[in-house]
């Protein structure tokens, strides 16, 4: 039932203030992280995430927060190289594996290489019952609610929650935040639904933005720290269902390589708040522009004040806690990919060549 909206997609997108809103108390008892109590990371030496797809970009994103919040050493990588390459599995790492339907082939066979090579396998999982939740020691769920359309997102935003209060919980048990801190970063979490609510408010804004970006072959998504990750999100969210070629680069690596690509036929998506290395990414945005490159720049009200008047596009979102930005920076990412999928008509809930779950190789 898609409730009145046109596709699954265009529900599941504006289900997320609800759903992460129910996602979040499933895990919280007050100020307390309620997760299960031998889950704990005190002596976690080195943590390997291993996903496909937007479950893998999750982890990219993840990678930032235990490293930074929680001081762990983290690896991540694709299911698909992880399990052939067979890497040393160091005593002291845990394993955690991010799948939405929990059967993806690849995911499973990773997750089964390290069953007696790691000290514990954990997994963050939109279906309880699935194959990666069944073979893991702890199986976190994410509690979406079915995902019909193919092109993930309030999946991927689950992901994120649950991996980020995974990431609080590692700052605190290896004590790294104090409990005034983890209170604040509760309360700005509790504050996302809300945020969610006016990211959708710009939808206007993002489709025509969206019709205009549906005219061209090829698109280019940049973003530094923890947008890096998330344009890669939006990059294959947009060539997954507009059929559009669209890559991502960390904002920094422009200038080695793919600045060569950019003429006024080729969009930029720039995903910068107003946070520590927004001056950085703004150069990069202005490099862009010199050569013509038509920027679209999600961004807030800080940033959109000092981003200069030769923008072509600027989406304004309320302003977030910087850790938090990957969450809701990922709904005009999503916007975009649907409004430009719809304004090119094709199958937005079934894009062609792809299936929902991938359980061969
Ligand atoms: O079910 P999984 O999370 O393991 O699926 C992984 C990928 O196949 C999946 O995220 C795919 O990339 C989506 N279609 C992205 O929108």
Request: charged residues 20%; glycine residues 6%.
């Amino acid at each position: 039932d898609k409730s009145g909206y046109k596709h699954f997609m265009a529900k599941e997108i504006w289900e997320q203030p609800t759903v992460l809103a129910n996602a979040l108390s499933a895990y919280l008892d007050g100020n307390t992280i309620d997760l299960p109590e031998s889950l704990d990371f005190a002596n976690t030496e080195r943590l390997t995430l291993v996903a496909c797809g937007t479950a893998y970009f999750a982890c990219l994103t993840a990678k930032y927060w235990f490293e930074t919040l929680a001081g762990i050493p983290v690896e991540t990588d694709i299911a698909s190289e992880f399990r052939y390459r067979e890497p040393p599995i160091p005593a002291g790492t845990t394993a955690l594996f991010v799948s939405q339907s929990g059967e993806t082939a690849d995911t499973l066979a990773a997750l089964r290489f390290c069953r007696d090579r790691a000290d514990r396998i954990l997994s963050v999982v939109n279906v309880a019952e699935s194959s990666i939740a069944r073979e893991s020691d702890i199986a976190l769920p994410i509690h979406a609610g079915i995902e019909i359309g193919v092109a993930s997102t309030k999946a991927f935003t689950c992901q994120l929650n649950v991996l980020y209060l995974l990431a609080l919980k590692a700052a605190v048990d290896r004590g790294r935040m104090t409990p005034e801190d983890l209170a604040q970063a509760l309360d700005d979490l509790r504050g996302l639904p809300g945020l969610f609510n006016a990211g959708l408010d710009r939808d206007v804004t993002i489709a025509e933005a969206a019709r205009a970006v549906a005219e061209s072959r090829d698109v280019l998504f940049l973003g530094r720290g923890l947008m890096y990750p998330l344009a890669h999100e939006g990059a294959l969210k947009l060539k997954e269902i507009s059929y559009i070629h669209a890559e991502a680069y960390a904002s920094g690596e422009l200038k080695h390589g793919p600045i060569a690509l950019i003429d006024k036929t080729v969009p930029v998506v720039v995903m910068a708040p107003r946070d520590a290395l927004f001056d950085k990414t703004v150069s990069n945005m202005h490099e862009v522009m010199a050569r013509g490159g038509k920027v679209l720049l999600f961004t807030d009200a800080a940033g959109a004040a000092e981003a200069g008047a030769d923008v072509w596009r600027t989406v304004t979102l309320p302003e977030v806690a910087p850790a938090l930005t990957p969450l809701l920076y990922a709904l005009p990412a999503q916007l975009l990919a649907y409004h430009a999928a719809v304004a090119k008509g094709t199958d937005v809930d079934q894009p062609r060549n792809l299936a929902k779950s991938v359980t061969v190789e």
